[in-house]
């Protein structure tokens, strides 16, 4: 299994020699799953946290009507958990399950914790990715609460050009907290003003 991908995208934020090199990879379990196979369900404990090889993930909670609500979409080089389940061991509140057929390298919490004190660089690592996890997050709930359903679909179109191509226009609207029908009325005024 190629790992090189996984390997530039930690070699972003900290340096590896070859022995923690190799201590880390056997810790990587690969796992493939089918379009709508989910990693994570609603109610288990999240016991890994997971780097996308390859393919398009979700995560989303259901409302009480049973309507999915995303909260963040994965693709290629990024990582997804339930941090909430994943840090304090409670029921996952999201599911994540896999929008193409995908492939992920799993890291189990308890492999984390012994790579913590074997590798502790690995610490600066995670709290980057956290940081910038949370930084998103808060982003992206201020400009829910601030800017209008247009700007933050543009925002989203700029921001994760990337996503357009792969995720259905319902799942956009889910992310944005819009309907579709809104959407496209949303994209019908955008093309007619370009």
């Known amino acids: 299994m ?3 991908n996984l390997l530039k995208n930690i070699a972003k934020h900290i340096t590896l020699n070859g022995d923690e090199i190799n201590y880390f990879i056997p810790l990587m379990k690969y ?6 196979s989910f990693l ?4 288990q404990v999240s016991k890994t946290i997971s780097y996308v090889h390859s393919g398009a993930l979700r995560a989303y909670y259901l409302d009480k009507d049973g309507n999915e609500n995303i909260i963040m979409f994965a693709i290629n080089d990024w990582w997804v ?3 909430y389940s994943f840090s304090t061991g409670q029921p996952a509140l999201l599911n994540i399950d ?10 189990n919490k308890n492999d984390l914790e ?5 590798v ?3 610490e600066r690592f995670f709290r980057i990715i956290m940081q910038n996890s949370y930084v998103r997050e808060q982003l992206r709930s201020i400009q829910n609460l601030s800017i209008t359903a247009e700007e933050r679909y543009i925002n989203f179109v700029n921001k994760y050009p990337q ?26 005024k955008l093309s007619k003003g370009s």
Not at 40 to 43: D, N, P, R, S, V
């Open 98 to 107: 896999a929008m193409e057929d995908s492939a992920v390298f799993e890291l």
């Open 81 to 83: 958990t339930d941090m």
């Open 31 to 36: 796992k493939e799953a089918g379009k709508k």
């Open 114 to 118: 012994d790579l913590y004190l074997k």
């Open 2 to 4: 190629d790992h090189s």
């Open 40 to 43: 994570l369900k609603e109610g």
């Open 120 to 122: 502790p660089k690995f």
């Open 163 to 188: 996503f357009v191509q792969r995720v259905s226009q319902k799942q956009i609207a889910s992310y944005l907290g819009i309907t579709p029908e809104f959407l496209s009325v949303i994209r019908k």
